[in-house]
């Protein structure tokens, strides 16, 4: 089974490039994050044309997230337990969508992003994440194969991005953000990209400015975290980077991950 995680930046705008792109993959299951669409907008017809079953968690222009599977689709959760609200919203920001695909319990998630050091916006992303962190216990003692999947807006290593110096005041680095997403690692997860990626210099995502992706000025943001029974089936994993190529690019670049059957 081949699975994958992409931030496509806007489901609409990216959907012939999303559609190429599964032809040439022959992915089995896709976490996908901002799709920027509500279900009345999103283009169910032409991914299930393609063999995928959908599911998709969106509200409006902002966040959104879903799955396509074609391995099967079942048990289809969106939130997880405890996740919080921002501001005075009255539901959850669209940012987490679970499924059972193949046997594989998939998670796609969008981390929010946290704007800046003092952001009221980077207290809501650290509470987001201790609540993921809640969740990601439990999924991590049960022994179906999970992973969760998505842009997780944190750089945990140095390495991680082009310039430390640059980010050094700056949020995806800093020790809280790094700190939370150490606790899901430590709530039974372990990334199982980085081994068959190794860095420096390898990242997810280039910004669109000032020529960052031609200089190669990025940074690892997307990641895919398994259980130890998901780990266990790993065989390798790489980072699309030709996918970032061309007019029309998202800012991110997919995951894909081989999983032995």
């Known amino acids: 089974m081949r699975i994958a995680t992409w931030n496509v930046n806007s489901i609409r705008s990216r959907i012939d490039r999303l559609e190429d792109w599964l032809r040439r993959s022959d992915v089995d299951v896709v976490a996908i994050q901002e ?3 509500r279900d009345d907008q999103f283009p169910f017809a032409r991914l299930e044309a393609l063999g995928y079953a959908v599911a998709h968690h969106g509200f409006n ?3 959104g997230v879903a799955i396509l599977s074609r391995v099967g689709l079942d048990d289809v959760e969106r939130g997880f337990d405890g996740v919080p609200v921002w501001g005075d919203a009255a539901v959850p920001e669209a940012r987490a969508i679970g499924a059972r695909c193949g046997g594989v319990r998939v998670w796609s998630v969008y981390v ?4 800046n ?3 009221p916006h980077m207290a809501y992303k650290l509470q987001w994440l201790a609540r993921l962190r809640d969740a990601a216990a439990l999924w991590s003692a049960d022994p179906t194969p999970t992973a969760i999947m998505g842009d997780w807006n944190i750089a945990p290593r140095d390495e991680d991005v082009w310039s430390m110096e640059y980010y050094l005041d700056k949020s995806h680095v800093s020790p809280p953000e790094r700190a939370a997403f150490q606790a899901v690692l430590d709530a039974g997860f ?3 990209v980085r081994e068959h990626t190794p860095g420096p210099g390898t990242y997810t995502y280039w910004d669109y400015q ?3 992706f031609p200089k190669n000025r990025g940074m690892r943001i997307d990641f895919v975290l398994g259980n130890a029974p998901f780990a266990a089936r790993v065989e390798g994993a790489v980072i699309d980077r030709e996918e970032r190529k061309g007019k029309g690019a998202s800012d991110h670049a997919p995951v894909v991950v081989q999983l032995a059957d």
């Open 210 to 212: 000032q020529l960052r």
């Open 35 to 37: 799709t920027k669409a």
């Open 117 to 119: 050091i003092e952001d």
């Open 190 to 192: 372990a990334d199982v």
């Open 61 to 63: 222009h902002w966040n």
């Open 112 to 115: 929010p992003n946290g704007r």
